[in-house]
C-alpha cells in the first residue's frame, strides 16, 4: 500500500507539470501569446500541431527506452525537458523560437507516460495497478487547475507564468528521481510480447480500435484545450482572468478521472467509453459555441475535464489490458493516438474556423466525439 502511495504520488506530480503545464498551458495563454508575437488562428494551430507532434515522438522513444533502461531515468528526462521547453517559451522572442519551445515542453509529456506505467507495473499490486494507473493519469486536471489561479495572477504576465512551469517541472524531475529508486530494471522488454519485437507491437484487432477511438477523441478535445481560450474571448469577451478560473473549473472537474478504474470496474469499459462521449460532445459545444453564456460555459468546462480524464483513463486500462506483457508499449499505442488525433485537430480546426465560423467548427468536432464514443473493445 506505502509503495502504492509513493509511486502513485510521484507519477501524479509528474504528470501535473508534463500535461497540465508543459502540454496543455499553451492553450489558456495563447490570446496573450499570440497578441504579444503577432500569431494568427492558423499559425497558431500549426504550432500547436507541432507541440503534439514532438509528443508523438517521445512516446515512442519512451516506451523504447523504458524497455530497456528502466523507467526511473526516462521519468526523470520527461521532467528535465519539460523544464527546458518551458524555460524556452518564457524568452520567446520569435513565433520560431516560441515553436521549437512548445515542441519541446510538449514532447516532456510524451516522455512521461510509459515509465510511470512501467513502474507501476514493477513496484504496484496487481489488484492496485489500474487505480494507481488511473490516479496519476489525473495528475494532469491538477496540473490544469493550478495552471489557471496563475494565469490569473500574471493575467498577461505569460513569461513569468512560464517561468514558474519551468521551475517547478524541475523540482519534479529531482523528487522524480527519488521516488522510483528501484525501478531502474528493465520492465516489459519486448521479447516479452510475441507478436512485436520493436517499439510499435504488431496491431491486434484490439489495439487496432483502441488506437481508433484514442485518436478520434484526440481531434475532438482540441476545440477546448487549443481554441478553448480564444472562443471564450471572441465569444464572451473574456480575458486572462476569466478563462483562467475555466481552466480551474476544468481542472477540478477532471480529477473525477481518478476513479476511472473504479467506474471500468463496476460499469465496464464499453459502456464508460461511450457515456463520457456523448458528454464530451455536449461540453464542446457548451465551451465553444457562441449561443452560450458565462453559465454553460463554465458547465460546459467542468464536464470537459471530467470526461477527458475519465476518457485518457479508459485508454490507459484499455492499452495496458491489450499488451499485459509490454504496459510501456501499451501505453504508448493509447497515448500516441490520442495525440496523433491532437495534432490533426489542432490543425485542421483553425483552418475549419477561418474558412466557416466558429460556431460550424465546433459542431464538427463534438460529431467527431461522439464517433469515437461508438468505437467498442470487443
Same mark, same amino acid.
Given at each position: ?22 502540454r496543455f498551458a499553451f492553450g489558456l495563454f495563447l490570446p496573450q501569446i499570440s497578441a504579444d508575437l503577432a500569431l494568427s488562428s492558423t499559425l497558431s494551430g500549426v504550432i500547436s500541431a507541432g507541440s503534439f ?39 520567446? #522572442? /520569435?513565433? &520560431?523560437?516560441?515553436?521549437?519551445? !512548445? ?6 509529456? *510524451?516522455? +512521461? =507516460?510509459?515509465? %510511470?506505467?512501467a513502474a507501476v507495473a514493477a513496484k504496484v499490486d496487481s489488484a492496485r495497478q489500474d487505480t494507481t494507473n488511473t490516479a496519476i493519469n489525473a495528475g494532469t486536471s491538477a496540473g490544469v487547475a493550478l495552471s ?13 507564468a512560464f517561468a514558474c512551469f519551468a521551475g517547478a517541472a524541475a523540482a519534479m524531475a529531482l523528487a522524480t528521481l527519488a521516488t522510483l529508486s528501484g525501478t531502474s530494471k528493465r520492465v516489459g522488454a519486448p ?48 480575458? #486572462? /482572468?476569466? &478563462?483562467?478560473?475555466?481552466?480551474? !473549473? ?6 473525477? *478521472?481518478? +476513479? =476511472?478504474?473504479? %467506474? ?115
Amino acid at each position: 500500500m506505502k509503495t502504492a502511495l509513493l509511486v502513485g504520488a510521484s507519477g501524479f506530480g509528474l504528470i501535473a507539470v508534463c500535461y497540465g503545464f508543459g502540454r496543455f498551458a499553451f492553450g489558456l495563454f495563447l490570446p496573450q501569446i499570440s497578441a504579444d508575437l503577432a500569431l494568427s488562428s492558423t499559425l497558431s494551430g500549426v504550432i500547436s500541431a507541432g507541440s503534439f507532434g514532438g509528443f508523438c515522438l517521445a512516446i515512442v522513444a519512451a516506451a523504447w527506452l523504458t524497455e530497456r533502461c528502466g523507467p526511473r531515468a526516462v521519468a526523470m528526462a520527461a521532467g528535465a525537458i519539460a523544464a527546458l521547453g518551458m524555460a524556452g517559451i518564457a524568452a520567446a #522572442a /520569435s513565433p &520560431t523560437w516560441l515553436a521549437i519551445a !512548445v515542441i519541446v515542453a510538449g514532447s516532456s509529456a *510524451g516522455l +512521461a =507516460s510509459p515509465p %510511470l506505467a512501467a513502474a507501476v507495473a514493477a513496484k504496484v499490486d496487481s489488484a492496485r495497478q489500474d487505480t494507481t494507473n488511473t490516479a496519476i493519469n489525473a495528475g494532469t486536471s491538477a496540473g490544469v487547475a493550478l495552471s489557471g489561479p496563475v494565469a490569473i495572477l500574471m493575467g498577461a504576465g505569460w513569461r513569468v507564468a512560464f517561468a514558474c512551469f519551468a521551475g517547478a517541472a524541475a523540482a519534479m524531475a529531482l523528487a522524480t528521481l527519488a521516488t522510483l529508486s528501484g525501478t531502474s530494471k528493465r520492465v516489459g522488454a519486448p521479447n516479452d510480447d510475441v507478436s512485436g519485437t520493436g517499439a510499435l507491437p504488431a496491431f491486434s484487432p484490439d489495439l487496432a480500435r483502441l488506437a481508433a477511438a484514442a485518436c478520434l477523441t484526440g481531434v475532438a478535445s482540441t476545440v477546448v484545450w487549443t481554441y478553448g481560450a480564444e472562443l471564450t474571448a471572441h465569444n464572451l469577451g473574456w480575458d #486572462a /482572468s476569466e &478563462t483562467g478560473v475555466l481552466w480551474i !473549473v476544468m481542472g477540478c472537474a477532471g480529477l473525477v *478521472g481518478a +476513479a =476511472s478504474g473504479w %467506474l471500468i470496474g463496476r460499469a465496464g469499459l464499453n459502456a464508460v467509453h461511450l457515456g463520457f462521449h456523448v458528454a464530451l460532445a455536449l461540453a464542446l459545444v457548451a465551451v465553444g459555441h457562441s449561443h452560450g453564456g458565462a453559465g454553460p460555459t463554465f458547465a460546459g468546462g467542468a464536464v470537459f475535464g471530467a470526461a477527458y480524464l475519465v476518457l485518457t483513463g479508459v485508454y490507459l486500462v484499455w492499452g495496458i489490458a491489450a499488451l499485459p506483457g509490454r504496459p510501456a508499449a501499451g501505453v504508448m499505442v493509447a497515448c500516441l493516438a490520442l495525440a496523433i488525433g491532437q495534432a490533426l485537430g489542432a490543425s485542421v480546426f483553425g483552418m475549419v474556423m477561418e474558412r466557416t465560423s466558429p460556431n460550424s467548427a465546433v459542431l464538427g468536432f463534438a460529431l467527431v466525439a461522439l464517433l469515437a464514443g461508438l468505437v467498442r473493445r470487443k
